[in-house]
């Protein structure tokens, strides 16, 4: 330790310019494989919790981009038709999010409220924490069962009421809590798998066909955006495309399994694979970039490094040495890229946005401490690679010339 | 050339260097035009080209590195050429005017890059204006290399 | 006798945040064109500043410095490298050398600020001095493949290259074997007779001291 002190703040330390831009190198590589391992991996996260859509029979619906919504056009009694059609004819999971009101909770969050029906929250899963399932049996001029997310439990306990000037039915309703979702417990965006909403401050409701007739049109059409239709046939969801082309004017595609296959094969795989490639490029760089400084620092430091191996220093204290020193410089980018995240993640508890709030030591979630450990091994690669092509460079030159030098 | 602290060498490292960082600034300048259809390399790439300037300020630092060593490595040859009738004003207006030109021709080719490719030139410059100040800031460095 | 050098010093202060040390109090010094001085004392008691302040290498001291008959002093920066090309030539330790030249280069690097006419003149001077010391066989090495005599040898040439009128060394033979440092010396004593050379030498070797015309002891101040 007494050597280790003495070559820090004799050698390395007087040459500060050195350590700080291995620093900076460093910290960019750190930065690149925290953002590209995060990003795939929450793809990842993403695809596993659609992997229900990708079932055989199973076909959603997704909006022709060269579809224009004309909301003149589209009418209540069109919208409703539709609706009957596909109560009358399919089993269909129903889901859309997005509607804010204003709850009053500790954290002063605004509550968003996700609707859904019966067969999404089956395909869903949903873990809870306490309470039990949803009810979906429920009559809409009484108590209607919800989940909460875990930012709301504290002041709503299951089994008390949420009493909210229901937007989509546009009367109060009261809302009992059922259940309380796990922590983080979020939901992928079906074209952007890598961006997620979080329910920690959601109310969830079960919607039956009673409410859907009864909500306006906001509810309707958004929920029919994402619609996903179950045991079905491409014949069926073809006569339904053109149901809703006749009674709303909009084109509307949708998709089976295998062409959801090939999407996320072309559209997902491809942008991953980019990702990484282009990743993989930029650590090589700079790990590149990292070798030059370390190796001017040789250039810099020999004579105070053979010095040290004159009066008794052996190569192999140097290299312990040399690990510790890049240890030390790892664990400093480590701390800076946490409290990057950090600061992400806790700023959206003080930008008070509820849909990016999660919960973890400073909202850090499992996906992020997960990268930071693919940070921690790019970095002990760098590291070896560094410390290696130092020490080789060190012994490459005889003592004697070093002295000489 | 002999007069110049530069050898071939350290031309073609200081080169790189510029280049480099040049050529980040172009290509974050080229990723941001992108027209790309895919929300997650879109979300991925914006979080570099929401920090360009930092991130290409960050990798400066290869530059600064150059000129700190540079100046170390040639501690003994500003003294032996002060030894033999050299004057320490006259090192350091060579070597800031030897920076400027490797400076100025990576500059060069980098904005008719940018004017080829029609991007904005603002973030060449702002590259070009802190890199002057490295070596200005460099130069001042040299005096402290008079006495051997 | 013309004397060339007129030197009054009342102090040379050496400072830091830590510790201010007081060397060269109140001493004085008059040297004759032709004159051979051999500086001697115990380490740190400023033979090496006195050589820098010959030389005009160190202007940051308390006194005044009279060289040619001009004041060092009023002397502009630019005069100062011409005259430490033209008159003076340094011959300090062996590492005084550029690694990144070969042992011509460095060499020949004083005629790279010398005035054209010059240069002509002294690159026909280059092949007698290479002679003279012996080291034709090492001017395309660079300085880290040569032994250390060999490089004390092309720091003198340097040194002598321009016939300087004053020629100021550091321990010029310190690193060398009996023979080298003979030719060495017997060289200097010859530029001395031959083109009147002043020469001032900081050394430790009393014997070779008593070879000069004077010996300079600088002491410690009590």
Known sequence: MKIFKFIISKIFLRKAILGIGMILLLCMANYITFTATRSILSTFQGYRETEYINQEGVYTANLDPNSHIDMGVISENGTQAVYDYLNNNFNYAFYTDGFIVSVPNSYDMKISLGYMNEQYYRLNEFELSQGTDLDFDYQLDGEIPVLIGKGLSKTYPVGSTIKIDEFVLGRPVTLKVQGILKQNTYHSNYYALNSKTYYNFSILIPVNEAFINNANMDLKLNGLMDIITLNTTKEEVTDLSKVIKDNMGLKFNFFSQQENYDYFNEYYLHSLKIIAITTFILFIVITCLSIWNALVSVRLMLKDFTINLLVGLSYSKLRKIFYIYFGILSFINLTVIFIITAFNRYGCWLRKDATFATYGLFGLIGMDWLSLLVVVLSDIIIGMVIVENMLRKIKKVPISLRVLQ | MKKSLFRISDVLELCTAYMFCFFLNLLFNYVKIMDLDSYILKAFLKNFTDYQEIIVLIFTVVVIVFHYQMLHRKKTEIFCKMLVGDTIFNITIRYALNCLMILIFVCLLSTLANVYLKFNLISNFYLTFIFIIYILISAREVRKYENF | ?222
């Open chain 3, 1 to 222: 006798m013309t004397k060339i050098i007129d030197l009054k010093i009342k102090e040379k202060i050496y400072k830091n945040k830590k510790l201010q040390i007081s060397i060269l109090n109140n001493f004085n010094l008059e040297v004759n064109a032709g004159e051979k001085i051999a500086i001697v004392g115990e380490s740190g008691v400023g033979k090496s500043s006195l050589l820098n302040i010959i030389g005009l290498l160190d202007r940051d001291y308390n006194g005044e410095y009279t060289l040619f008959d001009s004041r060092a002093n009023s002397l502009h920066t630019s005069e100062l490298a011409q005259w430490r090309n033209q008159k003076i030539g340094f011959v300090l330790q062996e590492s005084a050398l550029i690694n990144s030249l070969t042992i011509e280069d460095n060499i020949k690097l004083p005629l790279l600020y010398a005035d054209s006419g010059k240069k002509e003149f002294k690159l026909e001077d280059f092949e007698n001095v290479i002679n003279a010391i012996d080291i034709e066989s090492i001017l395309k090495k660079k300085p880290l493949e040569c032994s250390g005599g060999e490089k004390a040898r092309a720091v003198f040439a340097r040194g002598i290259i321009m016939k300087p009128q004053i020629i100021l060394a550091d321990e010029p033979t310190a690193s060398l074997d009996v023979e080298n440092r003979e030719r060495i010396v017997n060289l200097l004593f010859k530029m001395n007779k031959e083109f009147n050379t002043t020469i001032i030498t900081v050394t430790h070797d009393l014997e070779m001291a008593n070879r000069y015309d004077r010996v300079i002891h600088l002491e410690r101040r009590k």
